[in-house]
């Protein structure tokens, strides 16, 4: 699968709850639009009410502006009238002021104060203007005026980030809600999907890899959008909106620092090449890492017994070398890269700003107020923190897109057709014909196989390993259908329904039993409610595993750890035959059912099988020949094909395959008695 399309899936996720994101890109929106109005604030405060006193002022018969010495002073733009002619002004020179008669250049350098003669130097000319130098007190009433809007502003700064903040919490609780929504809806996709997966998938694939898919590769897509979404989103929104205000402040720096956005975009596609190499040989050796985990888990018992820990110590070590190294390489591209970058692009863009206004004012022209530096530096600083931020990302981007990757291939996979419509209860006929199958092509397991069971008859196959019995009930169950030839329940070719139709009516009780976690009686039911906790009881008391069960502490709401293993292999299979009589199929599958059974709990399994087969069709997998004498046909099978068909009596008498067989169980167990 290409990246685009992982891409685009990805979104299409983020579509299902398209709403909530969108309120909280507007809360963003407005977030960033009330942030950044304080460079503005800035830049009014300063160029207004701090640097601006030093300017031009008319004297007034008003009561308004600035009281000294019985005068009235009014700064020229704020005078009334048209172009009203300067009386003074107010000049600074470092710390010092001095109020100069008539209008004097605001850019001007006092060269010598001589009393009440002032000269400046404007432009390499000189200028002597009057004036006097101010005390602090005097200064002071120039500025007094000043401190009422200079509040007012730092109020209403202070109220947009107050705003900016609430808008803020609304846009990350959306956010963080929409990215907990959809990978909630992606992991049951994820899980609802691998129900229907056909049985030969499992087969092929290692449990752990499967597990990693649901687990470590959808934990990596919630980082996308819980972490990165918001980042890119907020990231993308603010440079927006810094780059508007740079372009209401200054037009040709602006366009200057529009520069950073095709570097920008060439290094996240850089980036997502080398990156997504190395992250997508971490995510799969992750994946191998898990399988590996998890196989040494299931087969400890094994590998203890036959000393097999340090092979596998080794193969573990093989794979964490192998993700350590790529993390490490990961790693070092990341702090060759990615901050360096950041900062080397901080530099140049404020080496850019000094030149920018360091030529200019060496030519002598002033094109920026005190307050307009202030406000472009502030952007400029500003501009920086979300490029760091989308930058520090692109290593979670890149893990998301691998998982993303490796989570679609598996959605991609085919599944089977789901119907749970109910069908009729099976009369209990089975017929197969001319049937013969292959797990690999050309490898037939089956080779034109038929016979037929009648409704409640008992039905046994023999042979020996791969022979092709169990091959029968995989078939029987559609875990895989026949690559020739029909299987027929009454009469009605089984692929004509859903394969969940199909096993509405069939039971089956494994070798393994397999116990979930849960309790003795949830395991009966498997939570179905049409079996009530009465009729799962009846179950377990008709196979005899009430004689264990009532001596538990909780009795038939007895906590079942995972897999059971509290019980005893007998007692599984107990409750394994409870759970296939509550069900009460009309085909029952025992696919050597009693093979791990000891001698002494034979007896007890070969009472619950008689109540368990009654009133319906039963198939019989078995190995051990005394367990099936009672069968109404045993079919013998070698290679895949039946060689011998008849009843106990009938094949012993025929002293064929079956008759070997028998003879030699036989023989072993009377040297075991002995």
Known sequence: MNKQTTEKRLFQYALYFKKTIIIGLVCLMFAVAFELSGPFIAKRLIDQHIVGVENHYVITDSQDGVDLEGKHYVRVDRAKGKNPTPDVTLFQDGLTFYLLEGKVPLQSTIKDVNGSAVTLAYQEESIEVAGEKLSATEVFAFFKGEMKPVIWLLVLYMALILLASIFVYYKTYLLQYASNRIIQKMRKDVF?????????????????????????????????????????????????????????????????????????????????????????????????????????????????????????????????????????????????????????????????????????????????????????????TRLFEPVNQIVSQLEQLEQ??????????????????????????????????????????????????????????????????????????????????????????????????????????????????????????????????????????????????????????????????????????????????????????????LDEATANIDTETEGLIQEALEVLKEGRTTLIIAHRLSTIQQADQIFVLKHGQIIETGNHQSLLEAEGEYFKMYEMQLGRNNENAS
Request: hydrophobic share 40%; glycine share 6%; proline share 3%.
């Open 192 to 380: 609802h999907h691998i129900q229907r997966l056909p049985i030969q998938y499992f087969v092929d694939q290692p449990a752990g890899k499967i597990v990693a898919r649901v687990t470590n590769d959808t934990e990596a897509i919630r980082e996308l959008y819980v972490k990165v979404l918001e980042v890119f989103a907020s990231g993308i929104i603010y440079i927006f909106g810094i780059y508007v205000a740079l372009f209401l402040l200054d037009v040709q720096l602006a366009l200057i620092s529009l520069v950073l956005v095709p570097i920008l975009y060439i290094w996240m596609k850089v980036y997502k090449k080398i990156g997504g190499h190395y992250n997508r040989i971490i995510r799969e050796t992750n994946s191998n890492i898990n399988a590996n985990i998890n196989e040494s888990i299931q087969g400890m018992t094994v590998i203890q017994a036959y000393d097999q820990t340090e092979r596998m110590r080794q193969e573990f070590e093989v794979l964490n070398e192998k993700q350590c190294t790529y993390q490490t390489k990961m790693n070092t591209f990341n702090a060759m890269s990615s901050f360096n970058l950041v900062d080397l692009l901080r530099n140049i863009a404020f080496v850019a700003f000094i030149l920018y206004f360091g030529t200019h004012a060496l030519d002598g022209v002033t094109i920026a107020s005190a307050g307009l530096l202030y406000a472009l530096v502030d952007l400029l």
């Open 400 to 589: 998301a897109r691998a998982s993303g990757s490796r989570v679609f291939h598996l959605l991609d996979e085919k599944t089977e057709d789901m119907n749970d419509r109910r069908i009729s209860r099976y009369h209990g006929e089975v017929q197969f014909e001319n049937v013969s199958f292959a797990y690999k092509k050309e490898e037939y397991v089956l080779k034109k196989i038929s016979f037929n069971i009648k409704p409640g008859e008992t039905a046994a196959f023999v042979g020996h390993t791969g022979s092709g019995k169990s091959t029968i009930m995989n078939l029987l169950f559609r875990f895989y259908d026949p690559t020739n030839g029909r299987i027929l329940i009454d009469g009605e070719d089984t692929t004509t329904y859903a394969k969940q139709q199909v096993r509405q009516h069939i039971g089956i009780v494994l070798q393994d039993p397999f116990i979930f976690t849960g309790t003795v009686l949830s395991n009966i039911t498997m939570n179905d409610p049409s079996i009530s906790k009465e009729t799962a009881i009846e179950a377990l008391k008709a196979v005899g595993a009430d004689r264990f069960i009532e001596k538990l502490p909780r009795k038939y709401e007895e906590p079942v750890k995972e897999k059971g293993n509290e019980f005893s292999t007998g007692q599984r299979q107990l409750l394994s035959f409870a759970r296939a009589l509550a069900f009460d199929p009309a085909i029952l599958i």
